[in-house]
């Protein structure tokens, strides 16, 4: 099973003697497309087992607004956990994954390169343990909210003919 509980991860990862490298990211993954195809991609490759801490709706709700999450946690969970490159999922209720960056104790941490490396959620921890914190950079042209914005544009032309 590739989703799992917080108990679960913890039981999972928080033990002595565990192997190999542990990559984390973290975010909402919303509307899954290319451009975090691509970065989950290149997470796992840093790595032996990557894992993802998705928000949950109530905290996507609380980060992007009353109308996100589009998908459920459920839906969105299954989508990420489809993916050849993502080992586990895991979902947090908190605004950010600081909790699950404590009980995983990742030696990589990733976030896109929207976000410079001082400001990653978990940063002092990782690299407290010897690991590393990268910014990776993400594929131009790509975001859930452009989509929404694109979907809504050709919404309101369509409407315009007459048809929805």
């Given at each position: 099973?590739k989703?799992?509980?917080?108990?679960e991860?913890?039981e999972?990862?928080n033990?002595?003697?565990r192997?190999?490298?542990v990559?984390f990211?973290?975010?909402?993954?919303?509307i899954?497309?290319?451009?975090?195809v691509?970065?989950?991609?290149?997470a796992?490759?840093?790595?032996?087992?990557?894992?993802v801490?998705?928000?949950?709706d109530?905290?996507?709700?609380?980060l992007?607004?009353?109308?996100?999450?589009?998908?459920?946690e459920?839906?969105r969970?299954?989508?990420?956990?489809g993916?050849e490159?993502?080992?586990r999922?895991v979902?947090?209720d908190e605004?950010?994954?600081?909790?699950?960056?404590?009980?995983?104790?990742?030696q990589v941490?990733?976030?896109?390169g929207?976000w410079?490396?001082e400001r990653?959620?978990g940063?002092?921890?990782?690299?407290?343990?010897g690991?590393?914190?990268l910014?990776?950079?993400l594929?131009?042209?790509?975001?859930?909210?452009?989509i929404?914005?694109?979907i809504?544009?050709?919404h309101?032309?369509?409407?315009?003919?007459?048809?929805?």
């Amino acid at each position: 099973m590739k989703i799992l509980s917080r108990e679960e991860i913890a039981e999972e990862y928080n033990r002595p003697g565990r192997e190999g490298i542990v990559v984390f990211t973290n975010g909402c993954f919303d509307i899954l497309h290319a451009g975090h195809v691509d970065y989950l991609q290149r997470a796992r490759a840093l790595g032996d087992l990557l894992v993802v801490g998705m928000n949950s709706d109530d905290s996507v709700r609380r980060l992007k607004g009353e109308c996100r999450p589009i998908n459920s946690e459920q839906d969105r969970a299954a989508v990420l956990a489809g993916l050849e490159c993502v080992d586990r999922v895991v979902i947090f209720d908190e605004e950010t994954p600081l909790e699950l960056i404590r009980i995983i104790r990742p030696q990589v941490l990733v976030k896109g390169g929207d976000w410079p490396v001082e400001r990653i959620v978990g940063r002092e921890i990782v690299q407290g343990d010897g690991g590393r914190v990268l910014s990776l950079e993400l594929l131009p042209g790509y975001s859930t909210t452009g989509i929404i914005k694109r979907i809504l544009s050709m919404h309101g032309r369509l409407s315009s003919r007459g048809t929805s």
